[in-house]
C-alpha cells in the first residue's frame, strides 16, 4: 500500500481528522504540540491540546537513496540515532532545546524550523524537506512533494510548513533527505574582538575552505572575545585549510562539547541571562559591521559567519532592536522572553512583517490551510489574524 494512503488510514490520523473538524465546525483552537521542547517560543499558546507523539516511528528509511519518511511525533533522538548508526546525519543540525533531548520531536523540528551551527553551509530544515502530509484546518488529509529531490510536484508547499509554527497544518508523515557523516573534522580557536572575527570570516568565504560553523563569544567587550571555526569536509580539503588558517585547534572532545552547547544553547552565555533580560535573534547580512549594544544589552553572541546575532536585552528595547536590524536589511525576533519578561505587545516578539504586502500574503495562506483559523493562535502573533 503507498505510504500516503497507507498514513491516511491510520487510527491516529482518523482520529485526528475528526478532532480537527469538530474544531473547525465550533471554531475551536487547537494546540498542536510535540515534545513541548519550545513551548518558550512565541507570544501566547492557545486552544485545546493536540499531542501528536501518539503518531510515532520511521516509516521507511533507504540509505543508499539518503532518504527517511518518519512520523511527525517521533522523537528527534530516536531519528538521529537510527540515522548515526549508518553513518548518516540531519546536516542542519536541528536544536531539541528542551530539559531533555528526548522530548524534541521530528514534526516540532519541521514546525520550528530552526537550524544549528551548520546552517550557513549546509542549508536550513526546509532545504532537506522532499514532502510531507498534513492536515488542512478543515481536517482534508494532504500530501505534498515526494521521496527524491527531483519530484517537485508540491515542492514548495511542503517547505511552506518549516517555521510555520504549526499554524497552517497538523504535520503526519515528513520525508527527509538526508546526508553522510563527513570523515574529517576540526576546530580553530582564535583570540579576536567581534569586527575583527566579522572580517576573517569574509575573507575565508571567498576561498574555497571547508567552514562548517563559526561562533563569537564576547571577552566582556566588543574589542576582545573568542572564535571558534569549525572545519569539516575530505581529510585533504581539512589539512590544507588547517595549515593555511592559523589559530590554535582544539581537541576534538572539547570542540564537540563547545559546539553541542551552541546548538543546545547551553553554553553559560545563555543559560546565565538574567531575568529581567529577553533573548534576541537578529538575522542580518553576514559583512554587517558588530552592531552597538543598546543600553543594558550584553555583548552578542554570533553566528553563522556573522549572519546570526544572538543579543539579550530588556524587552523595553524592543523598538531599537527592530529598528537596528531592520537599518542593516535585517530582522529581530524575540526568541526568548526570560523568566521575568512580559510581553506589551505582538508587536515586541518581532514575528509581524513590516511589509504590507508580505503580510497580506501570510494571511491569505493562513486563509487557504486554516479558514477559521483554529491551529496555534497567538503562537506568532497576530499576522494570521484578519
Known sequence: MDQAVAASHHPT???WQERVRSAHAHKAPLRIRGGGSKDFYGVRLGGELLDTRSYGGIVSYEPSELVVTVRSGTPLAELEQVLAERGQCLA??????GAGVSQATVGGMVAAGLSGPARVSAGAVRDYILGLSMIN??????????QVMKNVAGYDVSRLMAGAWGTLGLLTDISIKVLPMQRA???LYYECSQQQAID???GWRAQPLPINASLWQSGGSSDSGHLLVRLRGA?????AALSHMGGTMLDHAQADGAWLACREQQLPWFTQMEADHALWRLSVPATTPALPCTEQAIQPLMEWGGALRWVQAPMQHAAALHAMAASVGGSAVCFRPGEAV???SSDDFGYTPASPALRQVQQRLKQAFDPNGIFNPGRLGDWAIS
Open 13 to 15: 490520523v482518523l482520529d
Open 92 to 97: 542542519f543540525e536541528p536544536p531539541h532545546l
Open 137 to 146: 484546518g478543515v481536517g482534508e488529509h494532504l500530501t505534498f512533494g515526494g
Open 185 to 187: 573534522q576540526a576546530t
Open 200 to 202: 576573517m570570516l569574509a
Open 235 to 239: 581529510m585533504a580539503a581539512v589539512e
Open 342 to 344: 512580559r510581553w506589551a
